[in-house]
């Protein structure tokens, strides 16, 4: 089956403490994207990719960093430095920016910082 | 940016259909409207697009407005599996002239049996 598979899908950590969540996609898509949820909100964009080794910050990419060595993989670290890290985080993918390409969810991370 | 405005919940009987309007009276003549829905803790999944011309798949139909300036998602026949939150969106164009999805908060569907 394809498609995108995001683990784990709870989180916990201690605050101070880094963490990475995991996103992977076997559709062959050159798009991946970092969202976050928080409750009774819509998605916020944290980052985006075009294609391998390429990344660009959305509107809220303070605090977060991503890599794109494969193109199958965009994982996503939460720092130290995000503020309030609690949330839903969805991870996404498309064929490629245009206007016409649909994006694919993952099934999401729920990082609950203690 | 672009943005849509949306009621922030609806209520439907299940069978029967359902218009979830939406307005976007700052919309561009090239700005696509998609509407997504996300089911409770899950991530949202793709319904339906359009530019100008009303589109029916699957899963629904939208009308979009002569002016484009509203649009309405139409659930044929409501199920119970259809209550979400549904999104309209419209894409912003980004510094490095690709696009990104401007997410508003979306209507909430309940299906009642």
């Known amino acids: 089956d394809g498609g995108i598979t995001q683990s784990p899908k709870y989180l916990f950590r201690k605050e101070g403490q880094n963490v990475t969540l995991s996103c992977e996609q076997n559709?062959?898509?050159?798009?991946m994207y970092w969202y976050r949820q928080d409750p009774g909100q819509g998605l916020r964009l944290i980052y985006y990719?075009?294609?391998?080794?390429?990344?660009q910050k959305g509107d809220i990419a303070e605090g977060y960093s991503v890599s794109r060595e494969k193109k199958e993989s965009f994982p996503l670290t939460v720092t130290s430095a995000q503020k309030n890290p609690t949330a839903f985080y969805l991870c996404?993918?498309?064929?490629?920016?245009?206007?016409?390409?649909?994006?694919?969810f993952g099934p999401g991370t729920r990082l609950t910082v203690l | 940016d672009a943005k849509t405005t949306q009621p922030n919940s609806m209520e439907s009987n299940e069978e029967e259909p359902v218009h979830l309007p939406c307005n976007h009276s700052?919309?561009?003549?090239?700005?696509?409207i998609h509407w997504y829905r996300q089911l409770p803790s899950q991530g949202p999944e793709y319904v339906i697009h359009?530019?100008?011309s009303n589109v029916n798949n699957r899963m629904a139909s939208l009308a979009i407005a002569e002016d484009r300036k509203s649009s309405t998602l139409i659930l044929h026949r409501a199920t119970l599996r259809d209550a979400a939150v549904y999104y309209c969106?419209?894409?912003?164009?980004?510094?490095?002239?690709?696009?990104?999805?401007?997410f508003g908060t979306g209507t909430r569907l309940k299906v009642l049996a």
């Open positions: 359009g530019l100008t």
């Open positions: 559709l062959n898509h050159d798009a």
């Open positions: 969106i419209l894409r912003d164009v980004l510094s490095s002239g690709t696009y990104k999805y401007i």
């Open positions: 996404a993918s498309s064929i490629g920016l245009a206007v016409m390409d649909e994006q694919f």
């Open positions: 990719s075009q294609i391998v080794n390429d990344f």
């Open positions: 700052t919309i561009s003549g090239t700005d696509y």
